[in-house]
Each structure stands twice: as structure tokens, then as C-alpha cells.
């Protein structure tokens, strides 16, 4: 089992930046790659970005040149570094990791971006 704890979203005024952070733990062995997912109210989730162990990303068209990934090995921990934010940007952000033809998900972080 993998345990995925988000942290880092809140309340930004459009322009600004936020830095999203996903502390996993547990059973963390052979992560092969993690992520982020967005929902926003009344949307389908959207896919964000991911990273493999390698070093990877992945980055979503529309976020491309403003949002970047990372992830740091020896803490276990992702980050989404998010800049020049827009309103549009406002929803649930959700950490996920796949292991073992598994994917875990945290519970959300909830970002704000007002106009």
C-alpha cells in the first residue's frame, strides 16, 4: 500500500504561484511514476502532469511553459511548481503514484485562483 499526502493549495490571485507538494509513504518501492490530476467544479479530472522515476515529465499542453514537476527521490516527495496561474486553474488537485499496475491516489488539495 502506498499512502499519498497532498499539501500546498490554497487561496493565489491570478498571476501568482503556488508549489503543490505529495509526501508518499508506505510500501514505496518501485513508484515507476507519479502525478498530478485536476478536477475542476463540474469537470472531468485533467491530467496535470507526471514524472517517472527516471526523471521523466510530462506536461499537459495547456500548462506547458508554466507549470513544471519534480520530484525529490530521498524524501519520497513530488512537487508541482505552478506559475502565472489563471482563474481557470481553480480546482482539486490530486497526487497520484502507480506501482505494481496499481494507482494510488491522495485526497486532494484544493487551489484557488482569483481573478
Known amino acids: 500500500q502506498v499512502q499519498l499526502v497532498e499539501s500546498g493549495g490554497g487561496l493565489v490571485q491570478a498571476g501568482g504561484s503556488l508549489r503543490l507538494s505529495c509526501a508518499a509513504s508506505?510500501?514505496?518501492?518501485?513508484?515507476?511514476?507519479m502525478g498530478w490530476v485536476r478536477q475542476a467544479p463540474g469537470k472531468e479530472r485533467e491530467l496535470v502532469a507526471t514524472?517517472?522515476?527516471?526523471?521523466?515529465?510530462n506536461i499537459a499542453d495547456s500548462m506547458k511553459g508554466r507549470f513544471t514537476i519534480s520530484r525529490d527521490n530521498a524524501k519520497s516527495t513530488v512537487y508541482l511548481q505552478m506559475n502565472s496561474l489563471k482563474p481557470d486553474d481553480t480546482a482539486v488537485y490530486y497526487c497520484?503514484?502507480?506501482?505494481?499496475?496499481?494507482?494510488?491516489w491522495g485526497n486532494g488539495t484544493l487551489v484557488t485562483v482569483s481573478s
Open positions: 497520484n503514484a502507480y506501482q505494481n499496475l496499481r494507482l494510488y
Open positions: 508506505g510500501s514505496i518501492f518501485r513508484i515507476s511514476a
Open positions: 514524472i517517472t522515476s527516471g526523471g521523466i515529465t
